[in-house]
T-cell receptor
Framework: DAKTTQPTSMDCAEGRAANLPCNHSTISGNEYVYWYRQIHSQGPQYIIH???NNETNEMASLIITEDRKSSTLILPHATLRDTAVYYCIVRAAGGTSYGKLTFGQGTILTVHP | DVKVTQSSRYLVKRTGEKVFLECVQD?????MFWYRQDPGLGLRLIYFSYDVKMKEKGDIPEGYSVSREKKERFSLILESASTNQTSMYLC??????????????FGSGTRLTVV
């Protein structure tokens, strides 16, 4: 699975959009980009994933660049409850990895009042 | 709406004890995983299972074993607990269809302290 690079930490004001970047320059054509978040003392929670098209769900939007070497997770109206560690993960959908997720250090997002 | 349940939220055990961490999922998922999480090291995969009675080593299997006798249950076993196994343990599951994995879900975690 391709390696990802994320900033260590970011801050955001409550009510504003939070844009979390992720670099995955070695991504392969069959690898998806997944985003998870982990709120303190809880298990990671799935947010969104995509292959090459932009995706949106009730939690967030995922923007993937045309060359697929980077992506941005957007929380459109951040709240205090969005304070968490956000993980960007790249992995193939199939193959013999049986769905293993390899976590990096993630980005600590702090939403301020 | 609980989908992946870990038997204990907090656990304190003595050095040398045999420890069982249990995980149950109700989504009929084929794949199940055990991770541990430590400050500064992130989540690291210990073992995973892709079918009943099947298991594969993850990145840090030393000191651990697993058991999957039923599809919904995946147990992590510390044969002789040591203080360096004090950690947060997270169980996860995912489905598999047509060679693709989907629906990754994590439990709430078990914080194990070995004294």
């Amino acid at each position: 699975d391709a390696k990802t690079t994320q900033p260590t930490s970011m801050d955001c004001a409550e009510g504003r959009a939070a844009n979390l970047p992720c670099n995955h320059s070695t991504i392969s054509g069959n690898e998806y980009v997944y985003w998870y978040r982990q709120i303190h003392s809880q298990g990671p929670q799935y947010i969104i994933h995509g292959l090459k098209n932009n995706e949106t769900n009730e939690m967030a939007s995922l923007i993937i660049t045309e060359d697929r070497k980077s992506s941005t997770l957007i929380l459109p109206h951040a709240t205090l409850r969005d304070t968490a560690v956000y993980y960007c993960i790249v992995r193939a959908a199939g193959g013999t990895s049986y769905g293993k997720l390899t976590f990096g250090q993630g980005t600590i997002l702090t939403v301020h009042p | 709406d609980v989908k992946v349940t870990q038997s204990s939220r907090y656990l304190v055990k003595r050095t040398g004890e045999k420890v069982f961490l249990e995980c149950v999922q109700d989504m009929d998922h084929e794949n199940m995983f055990w991770y541990r999480q430590d400050p500064g090291l992130g989540l690291r995969l210990i073992y995973f299972s892709y079918d009943v009675k099947m298991k594969e080593k993850g990145d840090i299997p030393e000191g651990y074993s697993v058991s999957r006798e039923k599809k919904e249950r995946f147990s992590l076993i510390l044969e002789s607990a040591s203080t360096n196994q004090t950690s947060m343990y997270l169980c996860a599951s995912s489905g598999r269809q047509g060679g693709q994995s989907y629906g990754y879900t994590f439990g709430s975690g078990t914080r194990l302290t070995v004294v």
